[in-house]
């Protein structure tokens, strides 16, 4: 079913470095630019779409744990499953589990669906992930990105509340320094005419 019609890219526009977050009832920023020690990518997604700004969490601050915007399959639409990955920063000195949530990170998010609940590593950070894609599926209703799971830097495995097509690819590589930081994504724009698919492909960013 992919592709009716060229896909128009939306142009990124942005003045300076720094986004401003509202959380909690506190402002925190978060950075398109930090130090970084260790880029984290997996050989499985797929090419629609084009990749967004990558978006790092405030310095002193790492990736303890994760939400998702999900879009529940049905039979009778045009589906696009995962639609954004949100990575959601503490600082080293918080337990992963407090409510005083510092800041989160997500890059381009897609049109559809819900966010998810939050999980969290027990302890440590995010130092690793797996994303399970569905293939082209020719005339059919392609998804790509389905789901997403990561390892915790004490060993803890963390699965999305994603959708099930398609299937996990390999692990990506674990991260050099303390843990995650950023994370940049490809997102194909909602089109006019056309199969939409959102989420295709993740890229992780790794901190001292």
């Given at each position: 079913?992919?592709?009716?019609?060229?896909?128009?890219?939306?142009?990124?526009?942005?003045?300076?470095l720094q986004?401003?977050?509202?959380?909690?009832?506190?402002?925190?920023?978060?950075?398109?630019?930090?130090?970084?020690?260790?880029?984290?990518?997996?050989?499985?997604?797929?090419?629609?779409?084009?990749?967004?700004?990558?978006?790092?969490?405030?310095?002193?601050?790492?990736?303890?744990?994760?939400?998702?915007?999900?879009?529940?399959?049905?039979?009778?639409?045009?589906?696009?499953?995962?639609?954004?990955?949100?990575?959601?920063?503490?600082?080293?000195?918080?337990?992963?589990?407090?409510?005083?949530?510092?800041?989160?990170?997500?890059?381009?998010?897609?049109?559809?669906?819900q966010w998810?609940?939050?999980?969290?590593?027990?302890?440590?950070?995010?130092?690793?992930?797996?994303?399970?894609?569905?293939?082209?599926?020719g005339i059919?209703?392609?998804?790509?990105?389905?789901?997403?799971?990561?390892?915790?830097?004490?060993?803890?495995?963390?699965?999305?509340?994603?959708?099930?097509?398609?299937?996990?690819?390999?692990?990506?590589?674990?991260?050099?320094?303390?843990?995650?930081?950023?994370?940049?994504?490809?997102?194909?724009?909602?089109?006019?005419?056309?199969?939409?698919?959102?989420?295709?492909?993740?890229?992780?960013?790794?901190?001292?």
């Amino acid at each position: 079913m992919h592709r009716f019609t060229s896909i128009t890219f939306s142009l990124l526009v942005f003045i300076g470095l720094q986004v401003s977050v509202q959380t909690a009832g506190r402002r925190f920023e978060r950075s398109i630019e930090r130090p970084f020690v260790s880029l984290l990518t997996v050989p499985n997604g797929m090419k629609w779409g084009s990749w967004a700004q990558r978006e790092f969490c405030p310095s002193g601050t790492y990736a303890a744990g994760f939400s998702l915007k999900v879009e529940e399959l049905s039979v009778l639409s045009d589906n696009t499953a995962l639609n954004a990955i949100r990575l959601h920063c503490i600082s080293l000195f918080k337990g992963s589990g407090l409510d005083e949530l510092e800041s989160f990170v997500e890059s381009n998010v897609g049109s559809w669906g819900q966010w998810t609940k939050i999980k969290w590593c027990p302890s440590g950070f995010l130092k690793a992930f797996q994303l399970r894609v569905e293939s082209s599926q020719g005339i059919r209703d392609d998804t790509a990105v389905n789901n997403i799971r990561f390892n915790c830097t004490e060993g803890s495995l963390l699965l999305g509340d994603g959708t099930d097509k398609g299937e996990w690819g390999d692990w990506s590589s674990s991260c050099q320094g303390r843990g995650m930081c950023g994370i940049m994504t490809r997102i194909e724009e909602k089109l006019k005419f056309g199969d939409d698919t959102a989420l295709n492909d993740a890229r992780m960013f790794c901190c001292d």
